[in-house]
């Protein structure tokens, strides 16, 4: 009989892909361990590389997680889902709400990492923003941490000469976040676009985010206009792929 593409799978790709079936018909739960090395090794009658390769293409994958000397266990953490539309809408952060609620569905949300300060505008910047090369932008980095998984870091850049002074370069912007502020500012952001990419991560990236240098990461680059059409805001963030199911609801 004629050797079907399944068959001429590798074999750690083979056992990776029953564990992962294993996983999905509910062998193993949320936070259950999965077989280790040795045992795979002995199941499957192949050497330890072998098995070891397997586990890291479930880790990879996002759906399994290392604990430091108790083996690898199935991944204990539900996906959020980004709102894409409904985040950035002005009854979201008019009403005071951070954006980022729209997203968690009640779970505990914290920026565990912020930075502020004033900055050189980098040239891509300084070209969206409109700047001269003498402006200066206000640079906010931020780390999120969701049920204790880092997931996200954002970086936003406004000009300086719009939010110097204001509660904007406070690492504590208030209620309703840095949009709220800058509407009070006499810039209300009126207009978003959005430009989603793909990559793996940078070492110091899969750092921060707590992920193996195999896991993807979603960038999303948002600019913010006000109503004169005026660019007021670019915010670069890099999101866990394995953490986040990117939703767009919107009427035809």
Known sequence: ???????RRPKYQKIADALREAIQAGEYGSGDRLPGENELMATHGVARMTARQALGVLKDEGIAESRKGAGVFV???????RRGIQRLSQEQWGSGKSI???DTENR????DQVTVSEEAAPEHIGLVLDLADEDSVCVRRRRFVLDGKPVLLATSYLPTSVVAGSA???ENTGPGGTYARLAELGFKPVHFREEIRSRMP?????AQLS??????????????????G?????????LDAASYILEYDFDA
Do not use: H, Y
């Not at 992920?211 to 004169?228: E, K, M, N, Q």
């Open 75 to 81: 991944r204990d953490f539900r996906p959020l889902r």
């Open 108 to 111: 505990t949300l914290e920026v």
């Open 100 to 102: 980022w609620s729209a």
């Open 211 to 228: 992920v193996s240098a195999g896991t993807p990461v979603i960038l999303v680059c948002r600019t913010a206009f006000a109503d004169d």
């Open 230 to 238: 005026r660019p007021v805001e670019i915010n670069e963030m890099t």
């Open 168 to 170: 904007i370069t406070q």
């Open 202 to 206: 940078t070492k110091e990236e899969a």
């Open 1 to 7: 009989m004629p050797s079907t593409d399944s068959d």
